[in-house]
């Protein structure tokens, strides 16, 4: 109803910041008499709520993404499945791009020296 209400544009003013609209319906036989009531304070409040909500999940996504880009994984196709699933999560936000960097890996453990070779790649990546 209340985006029924939203959608007409029959409000009528009880001052300047508040609007209200009478819709009358009937509902499991019974008729009904909505009021649907809209103020500027109300649509105010929300909007500070949302941009809280929104920066809170920023800086969550931050915090994940940081954990993300740490990971090794087997193959590239692995660290897009990951971001991916991290994305679905997110209410906010969405990935609009990412980039893969392949980590070098060395046949041997310890400090490289210029003669060391590095493993052949099997493919292990991180999302950036």
Known sequence: MIRQALEM?????????????????CHF???????????QAAAW???VTLNKAQTREHEAIEQQLFHLQAKRFETPQLAQEALAALGKKWKYHQV???????????????????????????????PV
């Open 96 to 126: 609009e791009s990412s980039q893969l960097l392949e980590h070098k890996r060395y046949a041997t453990k310890g400090r490289p020296t210029p003669t060391t070779r590095s493993k052949p790649p099997s493919g292990s990546s991180k």
């Open 9 to 25: 544009d029959t409000w009528q003013r009880l001052d300047e910041q508040t609007g209200y609209q009478r819709l009358e319906l």
């Open 45 to 47: 409040r929300a909007e």
């Open 29 to 39: 036989g019974i008729e009904q008499r909505w009021l649907v009531v809209q103020s």
